[in-house]
């Protein structure tokens, strides 16, 4: 069993929907990630977070420490969107990321 | 303040030769991560550097690979005789350093094509 899974694997959704991404990890962690790969490859950092509930635009980032489990929501979604997910879970001593396999978005106009 | 550089963006070597890959954390950042991307898999910890210390390899294959973080100059993740299985995606990482849970911030990775 990996230390941080995610689900759903593949989404798809049409464009204004409401989509949410799920990630559950077994570890101890100083904090959790969501990062965003884009077709291209480059990854961008959008939240670390390690309590609580954080908002960048529509995108909304939760987490639940005692239940080790964490979702990404994205708002309104767009085409623009479309782009791999993944949440990773910061090892507690060094801060390693122990990163889920990703969640493959794509959202159709 | 630029971001995290690395470079070459795209490297192709043939099966036996050294591989040089090179990542310039953010001004300010002294600590580094390697992360390797195989094909259609996920991410995978490789190590972890302070300037001048490797704190944490144990992502590291145990032979052929190694990693630097001189005082001066960027982060080296070195691959001698390159396999084809060494083909994929690496990607580095910086942080401040000021404590635990800092962001890390990505480069843009180094895609190495093993011939």
Not at chain 1, 73 to 101: E, M, Q, W
Not at chain 2, 25 to 34: L, R
Request: aromatic share 8%; with cysteine; glycine share 8%.
């Amino acid at each position: 069993k990996n230390e941080v899974e995610q689900s759903p694997q593949n989404l798809t959704a049409q464009e204004g929907e409401f989509i949410t991404i799920n990630c559950s990890y077994s570890v101890g962690i100083s904090a959790l990630h969501w990062l965003q790969q884009h077709p291209g490859g480059g990854i961008v950092s959008l939240f670390m977070l390690s309590s609580g509930k954080k908002k960048h635009g529509r995108l909304i980032a939760t987490i639940n420490i005692q239940e080790k489990h964490s979702s990404l929501h994205i708002t309104a979604s767009h085409p623009r969107d479309s782009a791999v997910y993944i949440c990773a879970a910061a090892s507690y001593n060094t801060d390693k990321l122990i990163f889920g396999t990703g969640t493959r978005l794509q959202v159709f106009p | 303040n630029a971001g995290v550089m690395q470079n070459p963006r795209h490297l192709v070597r043939r099966r036996g030769q050294e591989a040089r890959l090179r990542c310039s954390p953010m001004k300010g950042h002294s600590h580094v991560y390697w992360y390797r991307q195989l094909p259609e898999e996920g991410l995978k910890f490789m190590v972890y550097l302070q300037k001048e210390n490797i704190i944490d390899e144990s992502g590291m294959p145990k032979e052929r690979f190694s990693a630097e973080f001189p005082k001066e100059g960027p982060s080296i993740l070195r691959i001698q005789q390159v396999v084809r299985g060494d083909s994929a995606a690496y990607f580095c990482a910086s942080s401040p350093g000021t404590g635990l849970k800092d962001t890390q911030y990505f480069g843009p990775g180094t895609r190495l094509t093993v011939l």
